[in-house]
């Protein structure tokens, strides 16, 4: 028993009680959790049963360097024991390290800044109202895509197209208009001078891991130059090395040397400490946002900003760049392979991965895999999302895909 929190009445080798205890206390907007999870190592997590299971969502691709990893809570530790929390009415060496590490990794130009949130979605609010100051807010279109998502508050929500997720809410923040994925031409048709900016994921992961077409990044960059509109990136979940380059826009196939505008950043940046960020590139779009205009109360912790620290340490000092690419191919390959009658492809990038079936059977998919000892997320009625820890072995890999046909085969049964 972990005795420092059985002072605080949390014994996490109490079984059996967590769940009801659980739909007694926590408001019910993530509906009944599948397990009780106690503990993790590496790529592994534990339930409170004492049963094992392989993490292949990592906490929906945050958990870069697994669970527990080593350096991330030495540093984590010592930071605490060093210097907690100290507001934004004052800075932090371990807050300006991080903004300096991040411009250097994006290849920001001179002038480039940073904000700090606490969340993909925050940083993705940050991005909204950057947008809004452009042209000294005389431009109100925002466009965003179709099947995207940008996150739950209510700016982020407005950019998010899913209308399940809209619909209870509105009316949202208005302006944000939604083109068709992909196509070039209906977003040439939507951009004009009242677009103050385009959001766009280089892989849309909630609507099923859909990577953008071969050169709509670069398109995308040249109309919206040309109408004086931002090219706003959320690399919220394809950033710090999900697909095997620092930031999916680097790949040459998705990005093709665009430069954007700003990208927002968090799940994997701090290795599951939660951080976000806004990075805005160059001097005019860094000036877009004037003191009084933003802020935030945790954006920015220097425990925070030491995770983030250390978690792109180890991506760089143990290589894990190149290991995604590697058991993406394993991955990728060895899915192929099955010939499995119910799958019908495996697409993605590096780590973020989905395997598609040819039957609306994800979520019973997922719950044979979860019986089998694996988690995986159904993303869509036909697809399964991959999103393991970017330090995932070929062998653990290998132990999932040997397993797949036997959970497949139990899904068809059930």
């Not at 950057?130 to 940008?150: M, N, P, T, W, Y």
Request: hydrophobic fraction near 45%; aromatic fraction near 6%.
């Amino acid at each position: 028993m972990n005795n420092a929190l059985s002072q605080l009445n949390v014994d996490i080798e109490a079984t059996g009680s967590w769940l009801p205890r659980y739909q007694e206390s926590l408001l019910g907007v993530f509906g009944t959790p599948q397990r009780t999870l106690v503990r993790g190592q590496g790529a592994v997590v534990w339930d409170d049963q004492g049963k094992r299971y392989l993490d292949l969502l990592a906490g929906i691709a945050v958990n870069a360097l697994g669970h527990a990893h080593p350096f991330l809570t030495s540093v984590i530790t010592s930071q605490w024991a060093t210097l907690g929390h100290v507001s934004n009415f004052f800075a932090t060496p371990t807050q300006i390290a991080l903004a300096e590490r991040l411009l250097q990794l994006a290849k920001a130009p001179e002038g480039s800044k940073v904000f700090f949130a606490n969340s993909g979605t925050e940083a993705n609010e940050a991005a909204f109202k950057l947008a809004r100051r452009v042209d000294d807010g005389s431009r109100r279109k925002i466009i965003a895509l179709e099947g995207a998502f940008h996150g739950r508050t209510m700016g982020a929500l407005a950019l998010t197209a899913k209308q399940a997720y809209r619909t209870p809410f509105e009316p949202l923040p208005g302006g944000v208009v939604h083109v068709p994925f992909g196509d070039l031409e209906a977003l040439r048709a939507e951009v004009d001078g009242d677009t103050a900016a385009l959001f766009v994921e280089p892989v849309q992961g909630e609507s099923g891991v859909r990577p953008l077409p071969a050169g709509y990044l670069k398109a995308a960059r040249e109309i919206t130059a040309e109408a004086g509109a931002l090219l706003i990136l959320d690399e919220v979940q394809t950033g710090v090395g999900r697909t095997g380059a620092w930031f999916a826009h680097q790949l040459e196939h998705i990005g093709d040397g665009v430069v954007p505008d700003a990208m927002t950043l968090a799940k994997g940046l701090g290795g599951g400490f939660p951080t976000g960020a806004l990075v805005t590139f160059g001097s005019e779009t860094s000036a877009l946002l004037q003191a009084g205009q933003h802020g935030t109360t945790f954006g920015g912790n220097p425990v925070a900003a030491a995770a983030a620290l250390a978690t792109l340490h180890v991506i760089e000092s143990d290589g894990l760049l190149a290991n995604v690419r590697k058991v993406s191919a394993v991955i990728l390959d060895g899915i192929a392979a099955l010939n499995h009658p119910l799958i019908g492809s495996a697409r993605g990038e590096g780590l973020l991965i989905a395997i598609e079936l040819r039957e609306a059977v994800a979520s019973a998919a997922a719950k044979s895999a979860l019986e089998a000892g694996f988690i995986v997320n159904p993303v869509s009625p036909t697809a399964l999302r991959l999103a393991p820890p970017l330090i995932l072995t070929a062998d653990q890999a290998n132990e999932f895909i040997e397993a797949l046909p036997a959970i497949l085969d139990n899904t068809k049964a059930a």
